[in-house]
Every structure is written in C-alpha cells, then in structure tokens.
C-alpha cells in the first residue's frame, strides 16, 4: 500500500489510500497515517479511497483505531467492492462512509432551472443533473429525495432522483426528464401569454397547498420563520419586532404543504402534455399559505425592490413582466380582483417576504453595501406596514 500526501485544509486532515491493506502492510499503514497527522490540529478526518483496491480485516482495525481517535471521520470515494467489505463487516453503521459517485461532465450543457440550493442542467435529451451550490450535499440530497417521494405519492407532479453523481467536485441528482420548457423561457418566447402562464402556475400551487401530512413529516414554515425572526432582533424598532413575533405565532397550525421556492425556474410545461410539473422539491414545509406567499412575493416583487434588474438577471424577466405574473397569481389563487383585498393579501406576504429578505442580509451580507440597503429597505417597510396589520394567515382567503 501506498500513501499520496496528507493535506490540511482549514480544520480537515484528508490522506489517499491506494493499493492493498491486509496483515502484512496494516501496521506501517497506522504509524505512516499517524506520521502524517502528528502535531497536527485536526478535528476532521477524511480517507479518500479512490484508489484502495482492498481492504482485510486488518485494515479495518486500523481505520477503527482513527474513528476513536478522530470522532469526525469519514471514508469517501470508496470503490463498490471495497464498499461491500465496510458493508458486510458493519462498518458503514459506525461510522461515515461514502461510495465513489460516477463523475459527469455538464460543459456546455444548457441551464433549465435554479433553485435555492442548486442548478439543473440538461445533459440529454431526456436526463437533467441538478447540482447542489452546497460541496457537502449528500444529507441534502438524501432529503430531497424523501420529500419529492412524498409529494409524488400525493399527487404532486415531480420527478425522483434516481442517481447521485458529482459534477466538479460537487454532488449531484440524475433525473429522468422528458421534453420541457421552464414558464420563464415561454414567457420570453410568448409574453403575451403571461396571464396564461401565470393561471398554469396557480393550478399547480394549489395542487401542492391541498396536500395535508402529518406533523412532523416536513419542516414546519412557522418554527423556521420564527427561527428567522429572531435575527431581527435590535434591528426593529422594539415595539415593531415583538408585534411581528407575535403575529407569527399567532398564525394558525396548518400541516398542508408548501414549496418554500416556488417561482418560475423550477416550473416546467412537458411538451408531450403541457402539464406543469416542478423540478426543485427540497424546500417543501408544510404550513399557511402565507410562508409560500412571502417567497413568491420576494421572487417577482421584493429583490427586484432591492436590487433593480434582479429579475431580468435570475429570472430572465423584465421588472414589468414580474410584477404583472405576481398580480395575476394574487387574482387566479384567490379568485378575486378586488384591489382592497388583494392589496390586504398582498401585505400579508410582503410582511412574511420583507422579513425573509432582512432574516438573509443581517446573517450573510451585513456590512456589504448590498446587506446594508436591503436591511434598511426592509426595516423602513415591515416598521411601517407591521404596525397597521393585525394577522397574517392567508388561510381564510382560499376560500374567495
């Protein structure tokens, strides 16, 4: 057995194994990898097995000595047959242990969609990859998985991920996808179809909002905003922020399920059939409409506020061509076009967005020039509309 070099990146010790570990060379395999970490501050412990052809049980004891020594520790890029051996031995119980993942190219493959996590691209006619921004994504994608099966076992129209990959070092989710255009690029081929497009949208969405789970099956939107609120804290204006907390908690439990990114890139018309089917299911909570709301708000109406041409950049539409989708999607879902209720509704969602947009720039971009208009942008709304709003449940206008 041969050892390539040990690196440290930040608090991470990795070491690449290749060849064989058996009795003979097992005890030189433990004092080389304890050379390499010696003196060494090291919290995580990383075995990349690419190139390990075998492993006896020999070399187990060793690699178990270091998951004592090391608690955060994992085997990445093992080989199937070297993985059965893990496997069959119950190491893949103990501890992290993780197979290689066949490697795609995505070079000049067409970007279909992007979502809060990732971006799908089109690698053939008929398979999408959607790759995770996070490089760590397994758990991830693993959750992905679950709720898309239980959105798919609802009714919901999505498709299952029937492979992981990596794509430059990342993670990544095959799918099977027939023919499909993304809503934003029929707009930009048919503008004139928006209002059209935008009561497509609606069926969907409220598709997924008449699905009801059990508590607990999804993350419950109310505890996540909460959680969100919370950063606002010295931010507000004290009486501001305590009414907000308290019209959040305030909000009825409701276990019917939300997208939590619902917008036009993850929204696909098959062109066998023309129905609508989403793309992007790792954000799905269960909850008031008005969680799923203040996101769509944020999608056409908010960032575009704060950012002129946010739109036209991640969207791939005109300011313009936003705000008229988000009017027309207020009057299909609540059959309404009455502008003192959709004007009530509307700030409902603009409160629930507003809030949303803060909760991100105080956590990933205070200090920034960007960070500090949107805080400002939002403060200066959610302390002027706040005080004027006494609920924020949309529930009770499904029904209009």
């Not at 059209?196 to 069926?203: D, H, I, N, Q, Y």
């Not at 708000?297 to 313009?320: C, M, T």
Request: include cysteine; glycine fraction near 6%; proline fraction near 3%.
């Amino acid at each position: 057995m041969e050892f390539a070099e040990g690196k440290i990146d930040g608090d991470v010790f990795t070491a690449k194994l290749s060849g064989h570990i058996d009795s003979a060379n097992a005890p030189k395999a433990e004092a080389a990898l304890k050379e390499l970490t010696a003196g060494k501050e090291i919290k995580k412990f990383v075995i990349d097995a690419e190139n390990l052809d075998y492993i006896s049980s020999a070399g187990l004891r060793v690699v178990l000595a270091f998951k004592k020594a090391y608690p955060d520790f994992k085997v990445v890029n093992v080989k199937s047959e070297v993985y059965e051996i893990f496997d069959m031995t119950g190491f893949t119980q103990m501890m992290e242990i993780q197979k290689a993942y066949k490697k795609v190219s995505i070079e000049g493959c067409e970007i279909i969609g992007e979502g809060k996590n990732g971006i799908v691209y089109r690698v053939s006619p008929d398979t999408i990859v959607k790759v995770y921004k996070n490089p760590d994504a397994l758990d991830e994608i693993k959750n992905e998985r679950e709720l898309a099966r239980k959105a798919f076992v609802n009714g919901i129209p999505t498709s299952i991920s029937y492979d992981i990959v990596q794509v430059d070092g990342k993670f990544a989710s095959m799918f099977e996808m027939l023919e499909a255009d993304a809503i934003y690029k029929k707009i930009k081929k048919e503008p004139e179809k928006i209002d059209e497009f935008a009561k497509a949208s609606v069926g969907l969405l409220k598709k997924i909002h008449s699905v009801e789970l059990k508590p607990g099956e999804m993350v419950d939107a109310k505890s996540d905003y909460l959680k969100r609120a919370e950063r606002l804290q010295g931010f507000l204006e004290p009486e501001v922020y305590q009414k907000l907390c308290d019209m959040l908690k305030a909000v009825p439990e409701n276990f019917h399920i939300n997208h939590g990114d619902y917008h036009i890139k993850n929204q696909m018309f098959l062109r066998s059939t023309n129905e609508l089917m989403l793309i992007d299911m790792d954000t799905l909570c269960l909850g008031d409409p008005v969680f799923d709301f203040g996101s769509l708000y944020n999608a056409y109406i908010g960032r575009e506020k704060a950012v002129p041409g946010n739109n036209q950049e991640f969207l791939g539409i005109s300011a313009e061509q936003g705000e008229r989708f988000w009017q027309k999607t207020l009057e299909y879902y609540f059959g309404t076009t009455d502008q003192e209720k959709l004007r009530e509704i509307e700030t409902r969602a603009a409160i629930v967005g507003e809030l949303r947009l803060m909760a991100k720039a105080i956590k990933s971009y205070k200090g920034t020039d960007y960070g500090e208009k949107q805080i400002a942008a939002s403060k200066a709304f959610l302390e002027s509309a706040v005080p004027k709003t006494n609920d924020l449940s949309l529930a009770r206008f499904q029904a209009l």
